[in-house]
């Protein structure tokens, strides 16, 4: 039986929802029309907020990732944010609104020719976990979420999401501030936005311990 379980990163103040599932996944957001297969449903082209970047200026690690972030071909860098762009079939896309059938669930269907940049075919996120932003991070499908066996502990997780969204958001905010009475932001002073965030200790968001949950189908759930 499948699983969804949190697993915390304590030192960083980071966690992440793992779903078992993902490995064989049936979702319609993971179908993939576009060259890279298997992609699940990294469709998304993720935005890497301070919060994130703080992260990873605090190790020799973190800073390999942020460079490897920075040299990927579709990567914007905006003054306090960076937006990794990926793959995008649009000839494909084109084509297929041609007869595409209707999916009422899914309004957004250039998401079937999309690709993270940092998604490998059959293998997921590239990326290691504790870099991740928190929408891939904490990013669980309907099919999996409304199919579990426990409706109190399901909420739960719902609730610390959006309780450490609304804290990254805080974040985001108080290290923009900083930044910006320094007279920095990373499209005009790149270095000087990262030597400043070294400098910056770590804010600590604590997660409780969850329980984990266990994906069933839907004959077993009605059963």
Same mark, same amino acid.
Request: with cysteine; net charge positive; glycine share 6%.
């Given at each position: =039986?499948? +699983?969804?379980?949190?697993?915390?990163?304590?030192?960083?103040?980071? $966690?992440?929802?793992? @779903?078992?599932?993902?490995?064989? @996944?049936?979702? +319609? =957001?993971?179908?993939?029309?576009?060259?890279?297969? =298997?992609?699940? @449903?990294?469709?998304? #082209?993720?935005? #890497?907020?301070? /919060?994130? /970047?703080?992260? =990873? &200026? +605090?190790? $020799?690690?973190?800073?390999?990732?942020? +460079?490897? /972030?920075?040299?990927?071909?579709?990567? &914007?860098?905006y003054n306090y944010y960076i937006h990794a762009k990926g793959y995008f079939d649009k000839d494909g896309y084109e084509e297929y609104l041609k007869n595409a059938p209707e999916e009422d669930d899914i309004r957004d269907k250039t998401i079937f020719f999309r690709a993270c940049p940092f998604v490998k075919s059959g293998y997921g996120c590239t990326l290691p976990p504790v870099y991740r932003n928190y929408v891939c991070n904490f990013f669980i499908c309907d099919e999996v979420i409304n199919n579990v066996d426990d409706e109190e502990v399901k909420n739960q997780y719902i609730r610390e999401r959006s309780r450490f969204a609304r804290w990254a958001e805080w974040e985001n905010m108080s290290l923009e501030s900083i930044l910006a009475e320094h007279h920095l932001n990373l499209r005009d002073d790149f270095e000087g936005s990262i030597k400043l965030l070294q400098e910056i200790p770590l804010d600590i968001f604590e997660f409780p311990q969850l329980k984990e949950l266990n994906v069933i189908n839907i004959g077993e759930k009605d059963a």
């Open positions: =039986m499948d +699983k969804v379980y949190l697993e915390r990163y304590e030192s960083l103040g980071y $966690a992440r929802y793992i @779903c078992t599932s993902c490995y064989h @996944c049936i979702s +319609k =957001m993971g179908v993939s029309y576009c060259s890279i297969n =298997m992609r699940g @449903c990294c469709s998304y #082209f993720p935005k #890497f907020e301070l /919060i994130d /970047i703080h992260r =990873m &200026v +605090k190790s $020799a690690e973190g800073l390999q990732v942020l +460079k490897r /972030i920075i040299d990927n071909p579709g990567t &914007v860098v």
